[in-house]
């Protein structure tokens, strides 16, 4: 089997599917959020790994925002995957503020930045 088949037999997986919405969604948002190519590739890391890691949270929360709608079942986790790779960086940063709030979290001296001396 070559790798190519290898690559695309896992894409056809559950968590292949997830990775591809995921990437999927954090590429649109760095495209629509353009501020260089270093912070794309920032976004799209965080936004697929959100999307792997943080989808089968936000599946729930999806169903029951999108309850009216017609949505089979097998498409939500897709949807839910493409979202949090769009609102990746943002889950993420809501959550490290959370826990900076709470003294959960403090950011190393290396990391310290305009933003973070704003929260």
Known sequence: MSVWQSVSAWMQTATGEL???????AAVSAAMEWSGFLPAVRKIVVGTLCALYLSPLAIPLLSLVLGGLNVPPEKTAGMSGFLMGVLGIVVIEILLKIFRLHGIYRASPLHVGKRDEEA
């Open 19 to 25: 990775a591809t919405a995921g990437l999927a969604g």
